[in-house]
């Protein structure tokens, strides 16, 4: 059974780096096709596609997010770890990972359950 | 960037309706695009993929058309339980972004 899940810290004070950390079971993140991303989601509002990275080892980010997103992966832990830096309340979310399999839908076919951060001095 | 436009934003309709959602890519991605629904107070779940193709276990009352930079889904026979938000998101490249969001609601 694929499952993720997200772990990391409940509060966050302005300025500090955030690290969220996504546990993978029931496939290996370096299986040619695999992918796992990182998608937010402020209280009431819409999802937000943050970052990805895949089984090569090749980084994707959001373009407006970018400067202080670091996507990466812990092989021998099968873990994503995702880190935002200088956070700001409006960094306020849940933050999901999830599956995308290249040669499965293509598109985020499992999702964690989400862990919320709340970013506040 | 691609940016993808939802519309409407929110939309309420009876049972039994037929709900129509669409969303706008500003550039050719094929068919690759999918559709979530996320019900209130829960994870987001993988509709519809490739545009048109339902994932295992959604009613055949979804149905998802479009390629290129146009796509709709639709809700032939709308149901109480279908009450939820849903997004649609391009994944052909990266960055992936979602659309906005459309919120559907029982009249």
């Known amino acids: 059974q694929v499952t993720l899940t997200e772990s990391g810290p409940a509060r966050v004070k302005p300025t500090q780096t955030l690290t969220l950390t996504c546990n993978v079971s029931?496939?290996?993140?370096?299986?040619?096709?695999?992918?796992v991303g990182w998608i937010r989601q402020p209280p009431g509002k819409a999802l937000e596609w943050l970052a990805l990275i895949d089984w090569d080892d090749d980084k994707y980010y959001s373009s407006s997010l970018k400067t202080r997103l670091t996507i990466s992966k812990d092989t021998s832990k099968n873990q994503v770890v995702l880190t935002m830096t200088n956070v700001d309340p409006v960094d306020t979310a849940t933050y999901y990972c999830?599956?995308?399999?290249?040669?499965?839908?293509?598109?985020?076919?499992?999702w964690g359950q989400g862990t919320m951060v709340a970013v506040s001095s | 960037d691609i940016q993808m436009t939802q519309s409407p934003s929110s939309l309420s309709a009876s049972v039994g309706d037929r709900v129509t959602i669409t969303c706008r890519a500003s550039q050719d991605i094929s068919n690759f695009l999918a559709w979530y629904q996320q019900k209130p107070g829960k994870v987001p779940k993988l509709l519809i993929y490739a545009a048109s193709t339902l994932q295992p276990e959604v009613p055949s009352r979804f149905s998802g058309s479009g390629s290129g930079t146009d796509f709709t889904l639709t809700i032939s026979s709308l149901q109480p339980e279908d009450v939820a938000t849903y997004y649609c998101q391009k994944y052909n490249s990266a960055p992936r972004p979602f659309g906005q969001g459309t919120k559907v609601e029982i009249k």
């Open positions: 999830a599956r995308a399999f290249v040669s499965g839908t293509g598109a985020f076919d499992i």
């Open positions: 029931g496939f290996l993140v370096t299986t040619s096709g695999m992918c």
